[in-house]
């Protein structure tokens, strides 16, 4: 899990990751559709592969526990939501931007 530098535990959020709840309700309910976008429809079976996926191919590019990711918005929204599980499940955080941002505010964002 993310762990920011001199933030307090909240007892009022459970230690397990985002990911990890996933993973849990694919158990009882892999084959139910868990978005519906458009003409296409995803069960949490093809989410929690495409999950994986993307979880091997941010490994690959050297992501790791503790990193910020910044992503563009402008992908399908399942794309956006299987990025962001992927991240979790490794650790890291997803940062989206919207495309249409100036790129002076961008830059701005990123030297944060």
Excluded: W
């Excluded at 990751?17 to 296409?40: G, M, T, W, Y």
């Amino acid at each position: 899990m993310l762990k920011i530098k001199g933030q307090k535990k909240d007892p009022s959020v459970p230690p397990i990751s985002i990911s990890a709840l996933f993973a849990l309700s694919c158990f009882r309910h892999n084959d139910d559709i868990v978005i519906d976008q458009k003409d296409l429809s995803f069960t949490r079976r093809e989410l929690k592969r495409d999950r994986q996926i993307f979880a091997k191919a941010l490994l690959e590019l050297g992501v790791k526990s503790g990193d910020i990711i910044t992503v563009g918005s402008g992908r399908p929204v399942y794309e956006n939501i299987a990025l962001f599980l992927a991240a979790n499940k490794i650790g890291a955080a997803i940062a989206f931007f919207d495309e249409t941002t100036p790129r002076s505010t961008l830059l701005q964002y990123i030297e944060l």
